[in-house]
């Protein structure tokens, strides 16, 4: 089984500039969550999918960053305009509901945004 | 309100030992799940151990296992006989279920885990 697919895995731009991420869950997974994680803290949720539906969104910064899942399949995360303080990793993760297990998330392996 | 504390930034272990990775919760909620992820270096995060709310058992999964102690909110995570392998950064994550029976991660700061030969 093909895991979490995410583009690019490193980016770097000037700020203000604007940035986009990809991201390609497992097959049949209906739940898809975007994560920012600030060196050497833990990751926080910015957005969480189900399907094509937006089901959280609280902690997304909505003043520049957005967020879509067409299709209720692969995803894309944008940032316009990017400041310093978006220096990040980006992740992925899906999870398909059904036995207790499947709780679990599964993650991709992020996208490494430095912010100049 | 959710929360996880890990009070350790960071910790070493001499290989084969064992360790104990600390972490305490708040919530109100009734059921929830406690999560470890295990994060090298390399960027990836991997799923450890899961324990439910409700389970009478704590979880083990080969070397690992998780102490749960519900009344005391903690879910400590133990690794058996530690290998170079393990130096990595660690993560307690709890499972919140929101509004329309949607469930949510919420992630501790972490502890780093160096292993010595």
């Known amino acids: 089984e093909a895991g979490v697919a995410q583009s690019p895995r490193y980016k770097i731009i000037e700020k203000r500039q604007s940035v986009a991420f990809w991201c390609n869950p497992i097959?049949?997974?209906?739940?898809l969550y975007w994560y920012q994680q600030i060196l050497g803290q833990g990751p926080k949720l910015l957005i969480q999918?189900?399907?094509?539906?937006?089901?959280?969104d609280s902690q997304l910064p909505k003043d520049r960053f957005s967020a879509e899942r067409l299709k209720g399949v692969d995803s894309t995360l944008k940032i316009q305009p990017a400041k310093l303080e978006d220096s990040a990793v980006y992740l992925c993760a899906s999870r398909s509901p059904g036995r207790r297990r499947d709780y679990e998330q599964y993650f991709g392996p992020g996208t490494r945004l430095t912010v100049t | 309100a959710q929360k996880i504390t890990q009070t350790q930034p960071g910790m070493f272990v001499q290989e084969k030992e064992a360790v104990t990775l600390d972490c305490t919760y708040d919530t109100s909620d009734q059921s929830y799940g406690l999560f470890w992820y295990k994060q090298p270096s390399s960027g990836e995060m991997i799923f450890l151990i899961y324990q439910g709310s409700y389970d009478e058992q704590n979880a083990t999964e080969g070397r690992y296992s998780l102490n749960f102690q519900k009344a005391r909110k903690s879910a400590n995570l133990v690794i058996s006989a530690s290998q170079l392998g393990d130096s990595a950064m660690y993560f307690c994550a709890m499972r919140h279920m929101f509004s329309g029976g949607y469930n949510k991660l919420i992630f501790g700061a972490g502890t780093r885990l160096a292993v010595h030969p």
């Open positions: 097959s049949g997974h209906a739940t």
């Open positions: 999918f189900q399907n094509n539906g937006v089901v959280d």
